[in-house]
């Protein structure tokens, strides 16, 4: 992987604690195995979806991962447009080192990530932007109420942004540029108050037990994602496949149930989909090809795995995601 340092890869690949949610977002996909149909006639395969209004190639879509000029000089630009060109939709990280008018000139649908800041006005003056710009959808991060502890990054030393990178969308009326802080003082009001300031629809990221899929139900919100960081956050969390489908149980089709974590192959996809699932994201995969081949690498890997839910969709019998049912899935 060029220009990758070792202390940056760290960064992307690392997780909390011991990293057990980090692996076992993998290893639970693993312990899951498809129960295919046969003579279903699937000749006919359409893998489009269509999320508030925005339809795309195929329910995989880019998670919001931050410092994407660690990986490449061209960063979240570069992300962005290998995620247009492969058809798909981009979450832009709060922490990205792009400004995300940038990003938006690139055409690729957006949504934006928040993590909402203790700072009302500055939250506001933040999704103001992201909505000026063009942004789709607001996907607040509700898992971090404080930052885990990372022995990767804490063993490195890895503190800060090199010289000449910094979290663009952070600049407050001054041109300062703020650092994120986490809030352990948030309550369901965010929700609300984000609601008064804005009329994106938005989604929650981090939700893990159906208590909370219910709540945010109650609260209005218009999509989920379950997702623990990628197993950056709780180390200990339960691993995102095994939560969904007491999530989507609770959730009873009112809103949109959305998956990132270990998510590495189509039939990783298709197991997701059928557990309930709309559409899934990717985080690391997408770094990793940032870093290998810029544009032309997202919209590879993004590609490679669209093409493997298509070929998995016919192997297991479906012609299209919501074809994708329960009874085909079995723990391995
Ligand atoms: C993340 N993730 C993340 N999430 C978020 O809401 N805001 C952020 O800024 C970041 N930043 C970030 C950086 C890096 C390097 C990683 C790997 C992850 C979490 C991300 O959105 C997603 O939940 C996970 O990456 C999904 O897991 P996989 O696909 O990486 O296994």
Known sequence: MPDLSPVHRDFFAGGAGDERTLRAN????????????????????DLRITLFGTEVAAPVLVAPTAFHRLAHPDGE??????????????VVSMAATAPVEDIAATDCPLWFQLYPQPDAAFTASVVGRAEAAGVRALVVTVDSPVFAHRPRDVRNGFLDLPAGMVCENLRDGTGRVRSIAMD??????????????????IVLKGILHPADAELAVEHGVSGLIVSNHGGRQLDGAIATIDALPAVVKAVGGR????????????????VALAL????????????????AGGAAGVRDAL??????????????GARTPAELTADLVAAA
């Open 26 to 45: 993998e290893a639970a996909f693993d312990r899951i195995r498809v129960v295919p149909r046969v003579l279903r006639a699937t000749g006919d395969r």
């Open 77 to 90: 630009v570069a992300t962005a447009r290998g995620t247009a060109a492969a058809g798909s939709l981009m």
């Open 184 to 201: 352990d003082r948030l309550g369901w009001d965010v929700v609300d108050r984000l609601r008064a300031i804005t009329g994106l629809p």
């Open 255 to 270: 809103l949109p149930v959305l998956l990132d974590g270990g998510v590495r192959r189509g039939v990783d996809v298709l």
């Open 276 to 291: 309930g699932a709309t559409a899934v994201l990717v985080g690391r995969p997408v770094v990793w090809a940032l870093a």
């Open 303 to 316: 590609d490679g795995l669209m093409v493997g839910l298509d070929a998995a969709l016919a192997l297991a």
